[in-house]
């Protein structure tokens, strides 16, 4: 089910109409000058829990702390995305954050949103995004060493599969999606300059394995442009 298949139904797909096909005219699409690439910048499709980068610029990526175990992804295939339980965190190196528009898409299935803040992704003084208190929870560092946070007050339900996606435009609110609709909550302003940053992401947790995510993660995308709301519907129903 990787997002970077030639012959399945994922956002990069050249033949469907998906958001980062090259036939409409979508924010990934070669038509629309927002798009700084058709191609996604990271993706991680997490097939048998598996730490892979599977993008075109190929970086490195591997389980960073634990076991990452296979389990059944968001459309159902048995071995489709990683489970992580508390103490297994992945590592991707050499992925630059660099400060500029960006758009994350991922599936994942808490099992419980109930308690504190716990790391879906994290890469140090760039972002962290989180989920706790059944929320989304966004931070971002500008180059002053100064944050900016977002939330996104829809409640999501342990057991059960969201699609989330955070599409931040270059000095404007960052936009906050479940199950492709923008959500309401408090959205600061995207920090310009944002901090740029080339220390590893770490998926699942910190590097330290402190405030673990519990659940089950599939599709993890980044593309380097801010996606629109017709963009993110198109990832939703994929």
């Known amino acids: 089910d990787s997002a970077t298949s030639d012959d399945d139904d994922s956002a990069t797909s050249d033949d469907d109409d998906s958001a980062t096909g090259d036939d409409d005219d979508s924010a990934t699409g ?5 798009a700084a690439s058709p191609t996604a910048a990271l993706h991680l499709s997490l097939d048998g829990g598996v730490m892979a980068d599977s993008s075109s610029n190929n970086y490195s990526a591997a389980t960073h702390r634990g076991t990452i175990t296979s389990a059944e992804d968001h459309n159902g295939s048995s071995d489709g995305a990683g489970a992580f339980d508390g103490l297994a965190v992945g590592e991707v190196t050499g992925f630059p954050f660099s400060g500029q528009a960006f758009t994350l898409s991922m599936w994942l299935k808490p099992a419980s949103t109930g308690g504190a803040a716990a790391r879906i992704l994290t890469q140090d003084n760039a972002f962290d995004l989180t989920v706790g208190y059944g ?7 500008n180059t002053s060493g100064n944050t900016v946070f977002a939330w996104a007050t829809s409640t999501l339900t342990g057991g059960a599969w969201h699609h989330l996606a955070v599409s931040v435009p270059l000095g404007d609110s960052p936009g906050i999606y479940v199950n492709g609709v923008l ?17 590893p992401m770490y998926v699942g947790g910190a590097s330290t394995g402190s405030d673990p995510f ?6 993890i995308t980044f593309w380097n442009f801010a996606a629109s709301e017709a963009d993110v519907a198109d990832l939703y129903a994929q």
């Open 30 to 34: 070669d038509d629309d000058d927002s």
């Open 183 to 199: 959500q309401p909550g408090i959205m600061g302003s995207a920090p310009v300059p944002m901090n740029s940053s080339t220390s």
């Open 135 to 141: 929320q989304i929870n966004l931070t971002f560092w």
């Open 214 to 219: 519990v659940g089950v993660v599939d599709e």
